[in-house]
């Protein structure tokens, strides 16, 4: 199951349309753990799905793609690369909705930080 903040990210799209999307950094952690998040990304509104308030839970499916994921094991910082089709699309919408798909974070939860995130965008014809 993938959880969607019920806002889109939502921004002005880049004048030009980009070709390909990846966003590179480091997720931190504020405390070691051995877990993986998986990264998805949608262009269309999650509404149908489970509604939890602030969020959504939805079934993986054909409007979900998987961007990326950050693996912990037993630390507290794991490198991250976000890329794909949605991704692309999603920023040259200006819109898109990012979703997480959580594996083995304890009962706790835990608090992350994208750190130096960067962006590259392929333009061209």
Known sequence: MILYKK???SFSPP???PKSVV???TLEANQPLS???GFYVRLK???ACQDLGQAYLCPIGADDERAGEARFEESASAPLTLGGRNLTQGVAQGRFWLGLEVQGLPSQG???TLKDPKAM?????
């Open 15 to 17: 004048p030009v349309a």
């Open 121 to 125: 965008l392929t333009v061209g014809f």
């Open 110 to 112: 835990g608090v992350f």
């Open 45 to 47: 509104d999650p509404s």
């Open 23 to 25: 966003i590179l950094g």
């Open 7 to 9: 806002d889109p990210l």
């Open 35 to 37: 877990t993986t998040l």
